[in-house]
């Protein structure tokens, strides 16, 4: 490098890029997660914002302008501003669990999401599961009071809660896109990775279903491994990447989800709920409730009759 006359080199200009931003979501106007029952009539609603409905849980009738829909666990629909929507938990339905949030957002993109239901893979439920976690970080409760928008930030919220949880959303946004456009380009050759990555959600989606269809048994790894022909440490990899925690501890999270629903149903009392979910006494099934759920099981019963009836 050359210096000038006092043998200093000379200054470096450098170039500030402009990162792009295709869209933005700078204001929330409502977190909610409903824990419906059987019977459960929303009469409807529109306005001039975007809505998000996500199935945790269960099954659920969405009505979107004149069109209705059943949307299954997993599924997602995007209510653009304008639309009215309502929501009914029929009488043959599984009571849904269902994520609703509204915002603000004003790029064009968003048109990507009218009139769709999108079926979320592992991935985009994790970031979804982010995204809660945040909101449930970020804003003070009640979460399952339809009529109450108003959102009240947690005074012990952890350093950038709602940003972090801004960020979930855009990404999750982003990503949902990006999906829609490569689908729409199916004679474009996917790239190996791309492969691969669609063939280890298969996979995680594949351990999954196995798990959903034996919530009654006490299952293991072996098991696991057994049934579907991986060796442990490459399921376990496999399984974390996808979901982000094990195979076994994800199990125990769907008898707990199944054990919620069933109570919300009643149909069955606490002990044949326990041993329905593979566990040997009610002991072990109140403690692993409790520890998931913060309640008792006798506790979240009463809860979701007081929800129902109010």
């Known amino acids: 490098m ?12 450098f170039t500030r890029h402009t990162l792009k931003e295709m869209l933005a979501v700078r204001k929330l106007i409502s977190f ?91 991935k985009d439920r994790n970031l979804l ?8 970080y970020s804003f003070e409760p009640p ?12 005074e012990d919220a952890p350093f950038a809660s709602e940003q972090a ?6 990404i999750l946004l982003v990503q949902l896109i990006r999906q829609q456009e490569d689908a729409d380009r199916q004679s474009a050759r996917k790239p190996a990775s791309f492969q691969t990555e669609k063939a280890e959600q298969r996979t995680a989606d594949r351990i999954i279903s196995f798990m959903r269809g034996h919530l009654g048994e006490q299952l293991t790894l072996d098991r696991l491994c057994k049934e579907l022909h991986l060796g442990k440490s490459r399921l376990k990899e496999v399984f974390h990447a996808q979901a982000g925690i094990g195979p076994m501890d994800y199990f125990k999270q769907l008898k707990i989800e199944e054990a919620k629903t069933m109570i919300r149903e009643h149909q069955y009392n606490m002990t044949e709920i326990a041993a329905m979910l593979g566990y040997s006494s009610i002991h072990y099934f109140s403690r692993d409730f409790k520890k998931a759920t913060g309640m008792s099981p006798s506790d979240y019963a009463r809860t979701a009759k007081a929800r129902a009836q109010g």
């Not at 599961?129 to 909101?135: F, I, N, R, T, V």
């Not at 979460?143 to 947690?154: F, G, N």
């Open 2 to 13: 050359q210096t000038d006359m006092k043998g200093r080199e000379p200054k470096v200009e």
């Open 165 to 170: 949880m801004r960020n979930y959303l855009e």
């Open 129 to 136: 599961s982010l995204l809660m976690q945040e909101g449930f």
């Open 32 to 122: 909610h997660y409903f824990e419906f029952a059987k019977g459960y009539v929303f009469e409807g609603e529109q306005h001039d914002f975007w809505e998000l409905l996500y199935v945790d849980k269960g099954t659920v009738e969405v009505r979107a302008d004149e069109q209705t829909h059943q949307l299954e666990q997993g599924m997602i629909i995007f209510h653009k501003p304008g639309e009215f929507h309502t929501v009914k938990v029929g009488s043959q339905h599984k009571p849904p669990n269902l994520f609703v949030l509204s915002f603000e957002c004003a790029s064009p993109c968003m048109e990507s999401f009218e009139n769709r239901i999108l079926q979320l893979g592992t």
């Open 143 to 154: 979460y399952d009071k339809s009529d109450i928008h108003e959102l009240v930030t947690r």
